[in-house]
Every structure is written in C-alpha cells, then in structure tokens.
C-alpha cells in the first residue's frame, strides 16, 4: 500500500522524528500475535486509531473440523526508563498495565496472564536481565518515577548506592552518596499479555482489545519551518507522506505562529505508531481490513497515507482494503493548535 497523505483538516501518521527539547517519546504499539498457524484466518480487523483510545476488532475462523487451541500474544512496546532526561509520558505510571489495556472475547472480558522482565540495555551490548534484582528489593518494574521513587526511598543507602553504581538508577549527579533523592530508572521493561485462546469449530470468534496509546509530543512546530534541511523535509515525506499541498499548510501554520510570537494561541506537533507488521501469523491475508483514523478536533491538519480514503465525519478518515497484506507500519503525525492560557 502506498501512503498518501491528506490535506488541512487531517491526520497524519507517523513515527517519532529527531525532536526538539521540550518534547516526549512515543512507543509503538501494536495488536496481538498468533503463534505461527494455518488453521486459523484473520476474516477481518477493524483498527480505530486516535490519540486517547487505540481499539482492535478481530473475526478469526478456525479452517479445521475441530476445536483449535493456541496461544495469542500481546506485546507491550519496549518501555525504556533512560534516566533523567527520559522523556516518555504513560498513561499510567503507577501501575503494571501502564497502558491500560484490555481484552474482550465474544462479548465477556477475558483476563491474560502478564509477563514483564526488566533489561540493561546498552549500545553494543548484550542485554542484561535485572528482574529478579528488581523484584528482590521490591521495586516496580515500569521505569517511572513515580512508580520507583517510594520503594527506593525504602533501601538503604547501601543499596540506593549499589544501584547508581551498576547504572540501573541515574542519581543525576556524579558525587551521589547514596542519600535520599530522585532516583531516574536507567532499565527498559518489556511486556506482554498472553492467553491460551480456544477457536471453536464451525464459528467465528470474535477478539476485542483497547488501550490507551503512549502518544509523543513536540512543543513547538519544525515542519513548516523555512530553515528545514534537506534531510529532514525527506524524513516527513517518506514516513508521513507529506506532499506539497500538506507542506503549505505547514509552513502557513509555522508562520501564523512566528507572527504571532505564541500570544494568543500555540501550534505543537503530536506523533502516534501503530505496529501492524509484526502479525500475521495466521493463515492467509486479513480478508477485510478497515483503519479509521479519529483526529478528534475538526480544526487539526490532517493528513494521513493510505489509498481510497474516505472522510467520514468531520473527524474521521476510513480505509478499506480487501485480501491486506501490510509492508508498513502505521505512523502518524498531526499538527495541533490551542489558544495560550
């Protein structure tokens, strides 16, 4: 599929380019993994996408005769803590199912087993598994402050110490002493949800999932700006598809904010990934597959890739394909305005 992008009003999909300092990360995040059949068919997926709510609807048929078990997959983004300049905003922090997520099967909600496991990661490297450490001392996994900072104010300063030393917290100075203080989590966790999943003979089975996306954010516009190097103007085009008429509403939007000079109102950039080359272990195409992308604020530019696009409400864009083999993740970009406080 060859993404095209939409003009003004759009939205557009993208992943997490180079980004100013004011700024937070997205995580990519997808829908769920059958272990590798041919028993079972995707008959279709409908994936509604916006900022608040990400939700995956799948018809699955079982090709046999029989009743087919197996187990299906869903994979949390890997969620690096990186210290004190993390960036990364979850909706939330406090908790093991930092993004909300959700499975319903047939109607009634189906609960999956959570696996988490907790890596020092460096470039290089091979990774270093500090679970077991971790859970040792009681300290959460997600890698937040605010999940970590009372249960390490709870060791000593022995082992606060220990663990700035290994590069698993960043004190933030290079003279720490072990005493009581914001501590950044320097480990990355990776999750998932799974389920050992029944498909009944002669049926269809419906599966649901939601969640709340980890959505990036820039606080100030560099699409649009006169002083775009090559590279860069190259980078929006290939990953957002953002042709010429997208690029002029850009560089209007950039130039009614310079003029401005942010006294009445702001523009920021939002950046969503959807992860969907990462399934299809199921027999055969998703026979039916249909996006709909949900900018939620008619005044947004927009501009997403995909051909036969429908606008559908003054908020929402549909796309239709039959028989869908996807090449390409989904990446979204959209161009925000707000009045200042």
Not at 267 to 296: C, M, R
């Amino acid at each position: 599929m060859r993404f095209i992008p939409f003009a003004c009003g759009t939205l557009l999909l993208l992943s997490t380019p180079v980004l100013a300092d004011d700024s937070s990360a997205t995580l990519g995040t997808g829908g769920l993994v059958l272990q590798k059949t041919d028993k079972i068919a995707l008959v279709s997926e409908e994936l509604y996408l916006s900022t608040t709510l990400i939700r995956i609807s799948y018809r699955f048929r079982n090709l046999t005769n029989a009743d087919y078990s197996t187990t299906i997959a869903f994979p949390m983004p890997a969620f690096p803590g990186g210290g004190s300049n993390s960036t990364t905003v979850v909706p939330d922090p406090a908790s093991d199912n930092f993004m909300k997520f959700q499975t319903i099967v047939d109607g009634r909600p189906a609960p999956s087993q959570l696996e988490q496991r907790a890596f020092l990661t460096v470039n290089g490297k091979a990774d270093v598994e500090i679970t077991d450490k971790l859970k040792a001392l009681h300290i959460p996994l997600v890698p937040t402050s605010d999940a970590t900072e009372a249960a390490i104010r709870r060791l000593t300063d022995v082992q606060r110490k220990d663990l700035a030393n290994a590069n698993i917290l960043d004190p933030g100075s290079d003279d720490y002493n072990g005493q009581p203080a914001t501590l950044y989590p320097l480990w990355t966790l990776q999750s998932r949800y799974w389920r050992n999943q029944t498909f009944p003979k002669g049926k269809d089975l419906i599966v649901q999932q939601s969640y709340v996306p980890v959505v990036g954010s820039q606080s100030s516009l560099s699409i649009g700006s006169p002083d775009m190097d090559r590279d860069r103007l190259n980078f929006y085009r290939e990953t957002f598809c953002t042709d010429e008429t997208f690029m002029k509403a850009a560089r209007g939007l950039y130039k009614k904010v310079a003029d401005d000079n942010a006294t009445t109102f702001q523009a920021f950039e939002q950046y969503l990934s959807y992860v969907i080359t990462s399934g299809g272990n199921w027999a055969g195409p998703i026979g039916d597959f249909k996006l709909i992308v949900d900018k939620a604020d008619p005044k947004m530019l927009v501009s997403f890739c995909g051909n036969g696009v429908k606008k559908i409400s003054p908020t929402q864009f549909e796309l239709d394909i039959k028989n869908y083999e996807p090449d390409r993740d989904i990446d979204v970009l959209l161009l925000k305005t707000m009045p200042v406080q």
